[in-house]
Structures are given as C-alpha cells and as structure tokens.
C-alpha cells in the first residue's frame, strides 16, 4: 500500500498508542513523522470511561501532543447519539463517573439502580465496581424492553506484560445473555464513530485516511466497511484471519521513510 496518497491517520489508543501507561514502542517517531509530512492525525478510541480531554492529558503525559479536537473518545458520542434517537431519555447507566456525567451533560436524566423499571434507554460502559446487583437491573431493564447501548464489546482490555482486563464487551455479554437481547454497539467497528472521525478530519475523503489499530474486529473491519484504508499493528502471535488488512506491520519502525 502507497502511504503516500493517504491524508490522514487515524490511530487507536489502547495496545496501539499505549498499553496501559507505557507508550508502544516507535509510535512516537511514527506520529512526528506523519506531523513532519503535513499530515492530519485524529486519535480515535472506544474507550467507555474516558473523555477526550482526559485522554489529551494522558497522551501529554506520555509525549505525545495533541489538540482536543485530534482525540475522540466512544463515551463521548453515546448521550448525542441518544438524543438524535429518543430525545432527553431516562437512562440507566452501568459505567464510571465520565460516562455519568456526560450522559447528564447530553440532557438525559440518570435512573437509579433500584428505579430500573423506568429506564427508557441502559448504557452500558467498562466498569470496575460491576456487580450482581448491576446485571440484575440492566437485564431486567432491557428485557422489557429498554434500548441496550453498549458504548464498545472489546472482550477485553490489554494492559502491560500481554495481562489483560475484562473490557466493556465482557459485561455486556453477561447483561445480554441475561436479557436475551443483543446490544447495540456505539463504538468500533460501527460506522457511526467512523464517520464523527472524519468529520473531524474536515471531511477528509474514507480512502484518502487511513486506520492504525491492533484490533481486526473493531479497528480494520469497522475501517473497511466505509471504505478506509487499514494498517493493523500486529499482536505478536496474531494472525489476519477472515479480515484482512490492507498492511499488517508488527513494529512502527516498518512505516519508517515511506511518507
Ligand atoms: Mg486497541
């Protein structure tokens, strides 16, 4: 693939950009390279317990820059995405504290746990204190016929040292097959977040950007479908199986000089 035709790069965050809080090792050079050469930089993440801005820092921090408008959370399209759906809803809400917040900041009012029965909409983000009480009123919720968002249904969320957390996809299977109804999903590999990105990217053509992401099933499938470009950075031992990206690399240093 041609590196040089394309505008933009979109990248994923977690296990593409960092694992945990340790930087993937040449993405740095890479992304200076790509500022270097004029080129459009959006960081697009299906992250259900950070924003943006929260983001921006952690990305600061681990030095890389960026502007507020060049990174996209999956949590913070989820109360807009509601809104243009149902209106200001009742929802009920099983994630963190940004996820709340936001969801209040959209004008929807947030339905206590025990008050499951009038939620219009349950929400469903990554969520470190989920419990049995949690399942029990999501799935009662939606099994009466609430919609069921989940913000992502990453199975899971990697840290250092290949170690992993149960991510968001994890807790919404358990609500799901508590439910018996399958949820919608907000983040990757839906088109929706796609097209936010490139709206953001001022309207960049989708063949003129391209997806950097270690994930077939989000990043390159959901890339591929409206049309993008894909480079799936490998996890070692991972194999393309009925996906396939446009250029699979297993170190960032591969896209080195060919801008
Ligand atoms: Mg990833």
């Not at 990697?158 to 149960?166: A, L, N, R």
């Amino acid at each position: 693939m041609d590196l040089r035709s394309l505008r933009a790069f979109i990248f994923d965050l977690d296990g593409c950009v960092y694992t945990g809080n340790t930087l993937v090792p040449g993405v740095r050079a890479f992304l200076q390279e790509l500022r270097d050469k004029g080129r459009r930089i959006l960081f697009l993440t299906n992250n259900s317990r950070e924003a943006g801005e929260e983001l921006q820092a952690k990305l600061a921090r681990l030095g890389i820059r960026a502007t507020r408008e060049e990174v996209l959370s999956a949590v913070e399209i989820v109360g807009p995405l509601i809104r243009d759906r149902f209106g200001p809803s009742p929802i009920l809400v099983i994630g963190g504290e940004t996820l709340r917040r936001l969801l209040a900041e959209a004008g929807h009012s947030l339905v206590p746990l025990e008050a499951y029965r009038e939620a219009r909409v349950v929400v469903l983000g990554h969520d470190f204190d989920f419990d049995y009480p949690k399942l029990t009123a999501a799935a009662r919720a939606v099994a009466s016929g609430a919609a069921f968002l989940a913000v992502n249904v990453d199975p899971r969320l990697p840290v250092e040292d290949g170690e992993f957390y149960p991510g968001c996809g994890t807790l919404a299977e358990a609500v799901a097959a508590a439910a018996g109804v399958k949820p919608e999903v907000v983040g990757k590999p839906m088109p929706h977040i796609f097209r936010v990105a490139l709206h953001r990217l001022g309207g960049v053509p989708a063949d003129e950007a391209a997806m950097v992401g270690d994930s077939l099933a989000s990043d390159v499938r959901g890339a591929q479908a409206l049309g993008l470009k894909t480079i799936w950075l490998a996890p070692p031992g991972a194999v393309a199986g009925e996906v396939q990206p446009d250029l699979t690399i297993h170190h960032f240093a591969e896209l080195h000089g060919r801008l």
